[in-house]
């Protein structure tokens, strides 16, 4: 057998050898990014210029929202992305709180769609206001990816998270089905994130 041949054989049998390192590389990633979600927490004492809650799946981004504004933590919340169909009525109803907070304190955001656009929601909202910080409120395993993308939309802005525990839940990706693949889509996004 030739060199030639005997390289290219060799190099042939790199390709499997790489993929599976590669594959190793991304399941230690996922379950680093599971185990950091799993923990993240929040400083009790927290405090912002105002409040910011993306929505998402169920009302608990919202309740916790609309918790920390009446706790005065902050003076304003914005609830960023909400279906056009829904009405702030609906909104108390699946989120809870007082009517009082809700219409002294609550901003509705209709327009945004995606985590880019809740960005682009919350940068025009907080610069309108000149808030210099802000708490976030989102999951806790979305809660990476919405910092990257709201710091870039508002660099000048103290972000501060408050991470909610929701219905995926990363502590239990090997036990709940949803909450993996919810999860794995979430570390799926925040890794290409991180590379853009």
């Given amino acids: 057998m030739s060199g030639e041949r005997r390289l290219r054989q060799k190099r042939i049998g790199l390709v499997p050898a790489l993929l599976l390192a590669c594959l190793l590389l991304a399941v230690v990633d996922f379950i680093l990014f599971a185990q950091r979600a799993a923990r993240a927490d929040h400083a009790p004492e927290i405090t912002a210029d105002a409040i910011v809650a993306l929505t998402g799946g169920s009302g608990l981004r919202i309740a916790a929202g609309v918790d920390l504004v009446s706790e005065g933590r902050g003076a304003r919340l914005l609830i960023s992305g909400v279906h056009p169909d829904v009405t702030v009525e609906d909104l108390i109803a699946l989120a809870g709180g007082s009517a009082d907070v809700w219409a002294c304190c609550v901003d509705v955001g209709y327009v945004a769609e995606t985590t880019l656009?809740?960005?682009?929601e919350t940068a025009a909202?907080?610069?309108?206001?000149g808030y210099e910080?802000?708490?976030?409120?989102t999951s806790d395993y979305h809660m990476p990816r919405s910092l990257i993308v709201l710091e870039k939309a508002m660099p000048d802005i103290a972000l501060k998270p408050w991470p909610v525990r929701t219905v995926n839940d990363p502590a239990r990706i090997w036990a709940d089905p949803d909450s993996f693949r919810g999860v794995l889509l979430e570390w799926a996004k925040w890794r290409v994130t991180t590379f853009a």
Avoid: F, Q, T
């Fill in 117 to 120: 656009g809740n960005a682009d």
């Fill in 125 to 129: 909202w907080a610069y309108e206001r």
């Fill in 133 to 137: 910080s802000l708490i976030i409120v």
